[in-house]
């Protein structure tokens, strides 16, 4: 009994420290892939590398998805709406509900299944095959060089990504709620004109979504650099990337909220 | 441990004797607990990180399983190092690595990708990739290890000869008897993190120490046990504790 309790404890205990020096070893990592971005400034095309492997492969999936939650935000917002006799503020409801929140949330858990595992499991075989060390080696700053490129792409892309999604949503709320329903076209876009403000609420859901491009971004990075070499390790560190980048983007998104539209 | 500019030096012990690391400590990848390390006059754990990668550009490296860059051809492989330091222009650069590619034999290779090579060929790509800009100082990681006996001989011969080309000084980490007595010009024998023994190749392989014998001979029995520390076998068996 005494011993089981022990072990517990023992446990528990391991379990904090690890916790603990993992969160100062991410810190660390994070404060370096900032400090050595001097690289990416002086050569514009490793970044621009990055946004394409991050952000344009990431398209696909980013519009089909968008589109298809538009829809459905057409036709469940419709019928809501329709009990309260509003029809016509559906224009208004899609698009707070994207911009606001939808379009950087959804759009962040997309980029970290989609880009954030690519880039977790590319640094990951990267330090296994020792390619990361050969490039010190050779007096190469794997920081600079790898690491911050794949940053910056990532927190450039996001927030693109996340406008696209919401736009795309927007015309899926159309779709339904205009062309098929039939709710009134001039007044679908002219409540949502009257009602959606370009600081109060584009503009919060744009930081919104590059905070969550720095997120899940570094999560990813530091996932893939932190795997221990081995095919294990690295299918590990991607579904941890997956795993936390969602539940960091959930967290951070509530904090934000909170502190973005708490007087509106 | 001293090792001569100009010489090939070999560094030879059991798998996970603390070979690479010593590698690992002369390149500043690690720092050493105790003790100092100098390249070229320079005490390498006093470097700043400036210069301490001023100073890995008059070194290459040969990684064990070559560590090339999967996602470029073998031709970008080599120019890598040559693009990131020097700001040659394009045509003297392609001039240079066909050059570094004729040196390891594999310039019709150059618009080849990492995963269509052999082992022995991805580890003479990262040969010249090693020695791209003329290193200094040429480290090998177990050079020879899982390549077949012709493959081996390249490598080594390729080791010595450009050694000799270049001016440089080598140093590699092998447990290939073999190979590395006909190339090298002075052997360390490490154990468990100390050197053991140490001389030309000749003088090894008359050595009456244990250890070395048993090394350089490959016999099953001596100072290294067959088994790793255990208890007792009977013990293990159950055979003991009956009454």
């Not at chain 2, 070229?40 to 210069?51: A, F, V, Y």
């Given at each position: 009994m005494i011993a089981a309790l022990d072990r517990g404890l023992r446990q528990i205990g391991h379990a904090v420290v690890e916790g603990v020096w993992k969160l100062g070893a991410a810190a660390r990592f994070s404060w370096l892939v900032l400090i050595r971005s001097g690289e990416c400034g002086r050569r514009p095309q490793l970044t621009l590398n990055e946004i394409y492997f991050t952000g344009t492969l990431s398209l696909i999936i980013i519009i089909v998805s968008g589109l298809f939650v538009g829809l459905v935000l057409g036709l469940q917002g419709y019928e809501t709406l329709k009990r309260y006799g509003s029809a016509e503020a559906l224009g208004t409801l899609v698009a707070l509900a994207l911009v606001r929140e939808l379009g950087p949330v959804v759009s962040a858990l997309l980029f970290a299944s989609r880009a954030g595992s690519a880039i977790t499991a590319k640094i990951g075989i990267m330090k296994a095959t020792e390619q990361l060390s050969a490039m010190e080696m050779m007096a190469v700053d794997p920081f600079a060089r790898v690491l911050s490129p794949i940053f910056w792409g990532g927190v450039i892309s996001m927030p693109l990504l996340a406008a696209i999604f919401s736009a795309l949503g927007v015309f899926g709320g159309y779709l339904i709620g205009v062309v098929i329903i039939g709710v009134d076209s001039g007044a679908f876009w002219s409540q949502m004109q009257a009602n959606v403000d370009l600081r109060e609420d584009i503009l919060n859901g744009v930081i919104k979504s590059g905070v969550f491009g720095v997120a899940v971004t570094l999560i990813a990075l530091f996932e893939g650099y932190d795997a221990p070499p081995t095919a294990e390790g690295v299918s590990y560190a991607v579904t941890r990337t997956v795993v936390t980048s969602a539940l960091v983007v959930l967290a951070l998104d509530f904090v934000l909220t909170s502190f973005m539209f708490t007087g509106v | 441990?001293?090792?001569?500019?100009?010489?090939?030096?070999?560094?030879?012990?059991?798998?996970?004797?603390?070979?690479?690391?010593?590698?690992?400590?002369?390149?500043?990848?690690?720092?050493?607990?105790?003790?100092?390390?100098?390249?070229?006059?320079?005490?390498?754990?006093?470097?700043?990180?400036?210069?301490?990668?001023?100073?890995?550009?008059?070194?290459?490296?040969?990684?064990?399983?070559?560590?090339?860059?999967?996602?470029?051809?073998?031709?970008?492989?080599?120019?890598?190092?040559?693009?990131?330091?020097?700001?040659?222009?394009?045509?003297?650069?392609?001039?240079?690595?066909?050059?570094?590619?004729?040196?390891?034999?594999?310039?019709?290779?150059?618009?080849?990708?990492?995963?269509?090579?052999?082992?022995?060929?991805?580890?003479?790509?990262?040969?010249?990739?090693?020695?791209?800009?003329?290193?200094?100082?040429?480290?090998?990681?177990?050079?020879?290890?899982?390549?077949?006996?012709?493959?081996?001989?390249?490598?080594?011969?390729?080791?010595?000869?450009?050694?000799?080309?270049?001016?440089?000084?080598?140093?590699?980490?092998?447990?290939?008897v073999e190979e590395s007595f006909k190339i090298v010009d002075y052997i360390y024998f490490v154990s468990a993190g100390v050197i053991v023994a140490h001389g030309p190749p000749e003088s090894l392989r008359r050595s009456a120490q244990p250890f070395v014998h048993q090394f350089v001979h490959g016999d099953t029995d001596g100072p290294v046990p067959f088994h790793y520390p255990a208890p007792g076998y009977a013990d293990d068996l159950g055979l003991g504790r009956r009454p």
């Open positions: - | 441990m001293a090792i001569g500019r100009g010489k090939v030096v070999a560094i030879m012990g059991l798998s996970g004797s603390g070979k690479t690391t010593i590698l690992r400590l002369i390149g500043g990848q690690l720092s050493p607990s105790r003790g100092s390390i100098s390249v070229d006059g320079q005490r390498i754990q006093h470097l700043s990180h400036r210069e301490l990668f001023a100073l890995r550009r008059r070194m290459g490296m040969l990684f064990q399983f070559g560590a090339l860059f999967t996602d470029y051809t073998v031709f970008d492989n080599v120019a890598f190092p040559l693009r990131e330091h020097t700001r040659l222009p394009e045509p003297m650069i392609r001039d240079l690595v066909m050059m570094k590619l004729n040196a390891v034999g594999l310039r019709g290779a150059a618009e080849l990708k990492p995963e269509a090579l052999s082992g022995g060929m991805a580890r003479r790509v990262a040969l010249a990739r090693a020695i791209a800009l003329d290193p200094m100082l040429i480290m090998y990681d177990e050079p020879f290890t899982g390549l077949d006996p012709i493959s081996t001989g390249v490598i080594a011969n390729l080791i010595r000869r450009l050694n000799d080309a270049l001016g440089a000084t080598s140093i590699v980490v092998t447990h290939d």
